[in-house]
């Protein structure tokens, strides 16, 4: 890195996101970094994140501070070598301020969701990316959308097609589940499939996704698949969090309910609440959510079993589970087939691809790059 200067930048996660408040320093001046390496905590209204070094080399000037309110983009730090003066150094700074433009100033435009019908229902999908090659097709779970893949997304679609997809019953997509078992998600996701012509696919499903990702496998169209904290590899699943999403209706009652997904509870962001109260105010969720835990979890016990299919696949096959899984146990990624990878995060809960997104992206990645 001789002579050159490198910025660090306020990242954005999620296509929603403007700014970001730097709430800690995980370095000091001085420190030399390499890529992943935790250099920072960031608040976004939706969670809090671990921001993770982008580049290598020598940490010259930490830029901003504790506490700062930075929209995305931002000048955070400077990395160069002790060739460059500090003066050098000084002037890069300046500069940089001077010229910066805001994104929301900027003028461009985020990509919006689409929708298609399948099997008579209307289902929204979010697609970044280049439009040929492999897709990759992000499958979330119950009670979620195409947002709970905002720190995965953009950096998956940096190089391939990534496309999320909203399931009957959530988010923009009808919501009409007709009997809400399994079979339904996982048509949902073949049919799209075959309506949108993927000719090879690469399958990502968290949770309830994780069961539609597995059971939807099998097609030829499918070459790899990374499964998070998936239902189907065993019984338990704690109920009370089911239901007590379904209660909740204000935020003070709703806070401690999702604070279960993560293994740290300061990470739920007030605008994560709003979301998930305005979700539960449309017309037909509570129906669509009742009719998903009767199918899949009556008695706070999951009926599908899917352990037997992970046994046919030939396809590359990875299991991420956080350790401080409140929902699902993360036992159940135990005694899986030899030919599964099974990554356990220890710092992470039921939503690792949002606790430690910078690990799971790079399990996908990894996973991907098998096929």
Not at 63 to 85: F, H, N
């Amino acid at each position: 890195m001789s002579n050159e200067i490198v910025p660090i930048v306020m990242p954005k996660w999620g296509l929603a996101m403007t700014e970001g408040i730097l709430t800690a320093w995980n370095i000091e001046e001085g420190a030399e970094i390499e890529p992943g390496v935790d250099i920072a905590e960031i608040e976004t209204t939706k969670i809090t994140n671990v921001f993770e070094a982008p580049v290598s080399g020598l940490v010259r000037r930490l830029v901003a501070s504790k506490g700062e309110t930075l929209p995305v983009g931002a000048l955070l730090a400077i990395v160069a070598d002790t060739s460059v003066s500090d003066a050098d150094v000084d002037k890069y700074v300046t500069e940089f301020q001077a010229h910066f433009v805001p994104e929301e100033e900027s003028g461009d435009v985020a990509a919006e969701p689409e929708s298609i019908e399948i099997d008579g229902r209307s289902i929204s999908y979010l697609s970044l990316g280049p439009d040929d090659g492999d897709v990759v097709l992000l499958i979330h779970g119950f009670g979620a959308d195409v947002k709970g893949w905002m720190f995965n997304q953009p950096v998956l679609a940096e190089e391939r097609r990534v496309v999320a997809l909203d399931l009957p019953g959530h988010g923009r997509s009808a919501k009409d589940v007709g009997a809400g078992d399994i079979a339904v998600f996982s048509d949902t996701v073949t049919e799209f499939i075959s309506e949108k012509g993927f000719e090879k696919v690469h399958l990502v499903g968290h949770s309830l996704g994780g069961g539609a990702a597995l059971k939807a496998a099998a097609l030829p169209s499918v070459v790899s698949l990374t499964l998070i904290a998936p239902i189907g590899l065993g019984k338990e699943i704690n109920s009370e969090f089911m239901e007590g999403l379904l209660a909740a209706k204000r935020r003070n009652a709703l806070r401690p309910v999702l604070e279960q997904l993560v293994a740290d509870p300061d990470l739920i962001g007030r605008d994560m609440m709003e979301d998930v109260l305005k979700f539960k105010r449309l017309d037909g969720v509570d129906t669509a959510l009742r009719k998903i835990i009767s199918a899949n979890f009556e008695g706070g016990s999951q009926s599908a079993d899917l352990r037997g299919a992970l046994s046919d696949l030939s396809t590359p096959v990875t299991v991420i589970w956080g350790a401080e899984d409140k929902i699902i146990p993360s036992e159940h990624s135990e005694g899986l087939p030899a030919s599964v990878e099974v990554q356990v995060i220890p710092t992470a809960g039921h939503v690792p691809q949002m606790e430690a997104s910078g690990a799971v992206n790079d399990l996908i990645i990894a996973t991907i790059g098998k096929a």
